[in-house]
């Protein structure tokens, strides 16, 4: 079985990992609008993935008001790299036997 | 919503694994698709290079102080129409995407930096021939290039954001911009 990340099990992490992929950083309403997820869903997985170095967020202004801007480290996205690896390695594993 | 997959822990089903895997390249796919330039990006962008190209050939062909003045004016109405836009940019999609400040607006891409070189050289040369409708020219031509290098860009980062998103890092871009300056600076000493 190939080794799967456990912080980024979750459909909502993996999502907001795969965004931050596109971008050099984002806003935190950005996320919430595209995940469809309350402010403080968000803030839970933002706070999880910071503490294993897989995000990092500052303060920031936007328009006008305070806000937090979230990015991608390159320990995060080699994380990322290596589980999306595992999950398609799952994928690949049925394809093989069928 | 969080799904019921949420809180599991262990491995998913192929099944699942390959959809989870689809929702998240669709988010993606989504977030840059859905990222919207200011409006009259390109064409201002395009108008400020050739803008600068322009007084640039002229304050080094030139020996004046008018046209000193004017190559710096080009340089500080290019750096205002960049940043100006990167805000705007900034603002309207609430992300920020070092690729397109990079490689789109301050020419790091090769075909931009390419052209904006050769635009630049022989917009120098016919300003030193007096050929001032050739100098037009090139600088136009420079400014045109420049743009279609840029959509060029963003058609490939839609393709591929993982790989093109980032771009060069603040400092880089920093190192650059200090570069060009300097060598500008050396240019119209020496001329």
């Known amino acids: ?98 | 919503m969080l799904s019921n997959m949420e809180n599991m822990m262990g491995a998913p089903t192929p099944d699942d694994a390959a959809a989870a895997l689809n929702d998240a390249e669709v988010s993606r796919t989504q977030l840059t698709d859905g990222l919207m330039l200011p409006s009259f990006f390109y064409i201002s962008i395009g108008a400020a290079v050739t803008a600068q190209i322009a007084t640039a050939a002229v304050g080094l062909a030139v020996r004046a102080n008018w046209a000193q003045w004017l190559l710096i004016a080009g340089l500080a109405a290019f750096a205002l129409v960049a940043a100006l836009q990167l805000i705007r940019f900034r603002r309207r999609n609430g992300v920020w995407v070092g690729g397109l400040a990079g490689r789109v607006v301050l020419g790091t891409a090769t075909t931009s930096s390419l052209s904006y070189a050769l635009a630049l050289g022989a917009a120098v040369w016919a300003g030193f021939e007096d050929l001032w409708w050739l100098l037009a020219i090139c600088s136009l031509a420079g400014g045109v290039a420049y743009t279609l290098s840029g959509r060029r860009w963003l058609r490939i980062y839609r393709q591929d954001p993982a790989t093109h998103g980032r771009g060069e890092s603040a400092w880089q871009l920093a190192g650059l911009g200090a570069v060009a300056l300097i060598g500008m600076v050396f240019l119209v000493i020496g001329r």
Request: glycine letters at 4%.
């Open chain 1, 1 to 98: 079985m190939p080794d799967l990340d456990a912080n980024l099990q979750a459909p909502a992490r993996l999502k907001l990992m795969t965004m931050l992929t596109a971008v050099s950083e984002a806003e935190f309403a950005t996320l919430r609008d595209r995940l469809d997820v309350s402010d403080s869903v968000l803030s839970k997985h933002i706070a999880a993935l910071a503490s294993s170095d897989y995000v990092k967020s500052r303060k920031g202004v936007h328009i006008g008001r305070r806000t937090t801007w979230i990015s991608l480290t390159a320990h995060g996205r080699a994380a990322l790299n290596a589980h999306v690896a595992a999950m398609r390695e799952i994928i690949a594993s049925v394809v093989e036997e069928s």
